[in-house]
């Protein structure tokens, strides 16, 4: 059974601080592609952040020099550090895994919930 389970999400000012964890289960983690996706209320859920299976990165414009993607395969876990967080990065922050062969295997975690407020 496949989990991807999300912790470190809460609440913090603007300008402030958080580190997202995802850990891994059920799966050969070194293998896939992990990402950060986020859905605030209201909108599309969108791409955050995305790390490959080789260490490759790709930020959406909106986080970029904010915020950082890393996995530690030893752990099977991803990490997303969030550093000058600002009101519009409130949202439900999901953590996905995703591996292409022929066929697509792709899971989601339950999701954390990120509040940026004074």
């Known amino acids: 059974q496949v989990q991807l389970v999300e912790s470190g999400g809460g609440l913090v000012q603007p300008g402030g601080s958080l580190r997202l964890s995802c850990a891994a289960s059920g799966i050969i983690f070194s293998i896939y592609d992990m990402g950060w996706y986020r859905q605030a209320p209201g909108k599309q859920r969108e791409l955050v952040a995305r790390?490959?299976?080789?260490?490759?990165?790709n930020y959406a414009d909106s986080v970029k020099g904010r915020f950082t993607i890393s996995r530690d395969n030893a752990k099977n876990t991803v990490y997303l550090q969030m550093n000058s967080l600002k009101p519009e990065d409130t949202a439900v922050y999901y953590c996905?895994?995703?591996?292409?062969?022929?066929?697509?295997?792709?899971?989601w975690g339950q999701g954390t919930q990120v509040t940026v407020s004074s």
């Open positions: 996905n895994g995703h591996r292409q062969v022929v066929i697509t295997f792709q899971y």
């Open positions: 790390i490959t299976s080789g260490g490759s990165t």
